[in-house]
């Protein structure tokens, strides 16, 4: 399983870490943004940690940063590998449960997008059969 | 094509869109209520006649009066010699693929052709309704050919050459779908009363029996289940109040209509019913199209009004306390979820964007074709099914093997009272169930704390235990039956989980504990010197004393 923290306002020396009970055994990882698996790209503001063991229905967690607690809960995991993305919001500080691994602002500008994006599909769809009813009506 | 080749298409298309139903390992869907479904179809033998269970909510029982869906439970029970699993994944391809053969059959009642038609049936049972069941975890919504096969036969009574044959049909496949879910039935309802106008209409030269006889099996069928459903009691699923702002929910609403947002499978529910923009299309743009025939016009209307009623805000069902029985059958399905009003307009504007496809394919079938590409990228890509779809492991702690007798569940109590949690914790000791066959103290189809054995006694069991002084406690779990006490150690905090191990142990002894089947789990032995002789009256007055004044 995979914990990606959004987080672009970290200091270098910061140090994001994830601590759970996995089928009873603690661990504690520490998330990185440095480039190195299964981090994709040093400095890019996604910190990235990977925990491993067997399949598990519930994982109880906390997410933290240095000794403050970002986020605390237990989230249910279906089958398989799962990434687990949060976004860090310095107002807070606190980190947020998202679907994508980007700073509270961009993810509600990429909500957006999404939004426009299918919207704009929509938009695509009722001219091309607008287009097909011209066609009809010309011949 | 033949109506054959049609099925085979749609069935290829629902083992692709409901995967991996076809070939699971574990059970499909992400959220709690897969693992409620499953325990039910695993239950469904048992239940019969009365809808009562001793091996749930023990030591009392429990009555299941108001079961989702009585086709589910008899086709669990006729279907009882395959796994649970294996009949759920099979009511999710089936009914999938079969709910969009009626509708293509529909389609081609009203004067589609094939390959326009399976447009309908796309447009019904791949859409964002049908994706929220499968992800939730309600197959048995997608098990829906009864509605097109309704309209089909209610259609037919319209015609001069209707039977009373058709009448009947109407009103079986009506009741068919009321049994199906109450939810399909407010659509299917919706649907008969915008045909109302094409079924009543004197000017049409044509026997008046059949329609007669579809009003008189619907409103039968419709009284019978409201006398059921009411005469059941109480305990339907309990709502969490939580209602919000009526302009929100309005935009969302409205964002949802276009698609599944980048947020909706994060915590605890998918509920998306965001309709196919080409099926939408065809549909707002069929009066260029087809210009004649009353029938498919009022299908629009219908599924128009469905439209706007599936956008409408939730609202609560305590701002209403003193509806009756009928208020509170309004209340716990229109009020809390009227975005299931949508299936009639997945329906209407499936069969109504099939009748325009089949126009514009005749002019110009080449061109029309990419109709089809549209129509898959809908299902497929902005849905972004089966990609949201996820799996539950099917198997179980072996800890429960441990002893005999029936089984308390012990989870931690959500700190903020969360449903969620509630519906979690419920849904997966009914599911483990369905692999030990202990008796289990949770009740299955409900979600309210008050009435469940299981969490009144979790409740004391953790308490005394984290107090050191569980002695008594697994004394009165010994009075009222209880083989064992299992404790799922992966949600209580690392503190809790110490002194609970501790605390339980110095009462029972030391516990076994199992690290599979996707659990830590411990499960401490109740020792009772003999069986008790009564534990319902046991609990009867243990309920009195902990309620009494």
Request: a neutral charge; proline letters at 7%; glycine letters at 8%.
């Amino acid at each position: 399983m995979q914990v990606e923290l959004a987080a672009e306002a970290l200091p270098s020396t910061a140090q994001p870490t994830v601590h759970t009970t996995w089928l009873g055994a603690q661990k504690t990882v520490v998330l990185r943004d440095d480039g190195r698996l299964p981090d994709r790209r040093a400095g890019d503001g996604t910190w990235t940690a990977q925990l491993t063991g067997e399949e598990v229905r519930t994982l109880s967690m906390q997410l933290q940063l240095d000794e403050v607690v970002l986020w605390a809960g237990t989230e249910t995991l279906p089958m398989g590998a799962q990434t687990l993305r949060f976004a860090h919001d310095v107002r807070g500080p606190r980190a947020w449960r998202s679907a994508v691994a980007l700073p509270v602002p961009a993810m509600e500008v990429a909500e957006a997008s999404s939004v426009a994006a299918m919207l704009g599909w929509a938009g695509l769809v009722m001219i091309s059969m607008m287009g097909l009813i011209g066609r009809r009506g010309r011949r | 094509m033949s109506s054959r080749s049609v099925f085979l298409v749609f069935l290829g298309l629902a083992v692709l869109w409901t995967w991996p139903a076809a070939w699971s390992s574990g059970i499909p869907g992400r959220w709690p209520d897969a693992l409620g479904t499953v325990w039910f179809i695993d239950a469904s033998p048992r239940l019969w006649p009365d809808l009562t269970d001793s091996l749930t909510g023990w030591p009392a029982g429990a009555h299941y009066g108001r079961p989702d869906s009585f086709v589910l439970l008899v086709l669990s029970t006729v279907f009882a010699f395959l796994p649970p699993v294996a009949i759920y994944s099979l009511v999710s391809v089936v009914g999938t693929a079969a709910s969009a053969w009626a509708a293509e059959r529909l389609a081609v009642e009203l004067g589609a052709e094939a390959p326009w038609s399976l447009v309908a049936g796309v447009g019904f049972a791949l859409c964002g309704l049908s994706s929220t069941a499968l992800i939730e975890g309600y197959p048995y919504l997608v098990l829906n050919p009864w509605m097109p096969w309704m309209v089909v036969h209610a259609l037919r009574c319209t015609r001069p050459a209707a039977t009373p044959q058709d009448g009947v049909l109407t009103g079986i496949f009506f009741t068919l779908t009321l049994l199906s879910s109450a939810w399909l039935a407010l659509s299917a309802a919706l649907l008969l009363l915008g045909l109302t106008p094409l079924l009543v209409d004197r000017r049409a030269k044509r026997p008046a029996l059949p329609a007669a006889l579809a009003a008189a099996t619907v409103l039968g069928a419709g009284l019978i289940y409201v006398a059921l459903f009411v005469a059941a009691g109480d305990g339907v699923r309990q709502t969490d109040g939580n209602t919000a702002a009526v302009l929100s929910q309005l935009r969302l609403s409205l964002v949802q209509l276009a698609g599944p947002g980048l947020g909706v499978d994060v915590r605890w529910h998918s509920q998306t019913h965001s309709i196919s923009a080409t099926v939408l299309a065809l549909a707002v743009l069929a009066p260029a199209v087809l210009r004649r025939g009353r029938t498919w016009k009022a299908l629009l209307g219908v599924g128009l009004v469905s439209l706007l009623l599936s956008i409408s805000p939730r609202i609560s069902p305590s701002a209403f306390p003193g509806a009756g029985p009928l208020g509170q059958i309004l209340a716990s399905t229109v009020l809390r979820f009227p975005a299931r009003l949508g299936w009639a307009w997945a329906l209407c504007a499936g069969v109504v964007g099939a009748l325009a496809a089949t126009q514009l394919g005749r002019r110009s079938p080449k061109t029309a074709r990419v109709i089809f590409v549209f129509v898959l990228i809908d299902a497929f890509v902005i849905m972004r099914q089966p990609l949201r779809q996820g799996e539950h492991l099917a198997t179980v702690p072996s800890a429960y093997g441990a002893h005999r007798g029936p089984v308390l569940d012990i989870f931690p109590d959500d700190a903020q009272g969360s449903p969620a949690w509630l519906l979690w914790t419920t849904n997966l000791a009914c599911h483990h169930q369905t692999v030990h066959h202990r008796a289990i103290a949770e009740h299955c189809l409900f979600t309210s704390d008050a009435e469940s054995p299981r969490v009144l006694l979790q409740r004391v069991v953790v308490d005394r235990a984290l107090a050191r002084d569980a002695s008594e406690t697994m004394a009165l779990l010994g009075s009222l039956g209880f083989g064992s006490v299992v404790v799922h150690l992966d949600a209580f905090s690392e503190t809790d989980r110490t002194a609970l191990l501790a605390g339980l142990t110095a009462a029972a002894g030391p516990p076994v504990r199992s690290q599979d089947g996707g659990e830590d789990i411990a499960a401490f032995s109740v020792l009772t010197n003999s069986t008790p002789p009564n534990p319902a009256g046991a609990w009867a007055s243990w309920r009195a004393g902990t309620t009494g004044p």
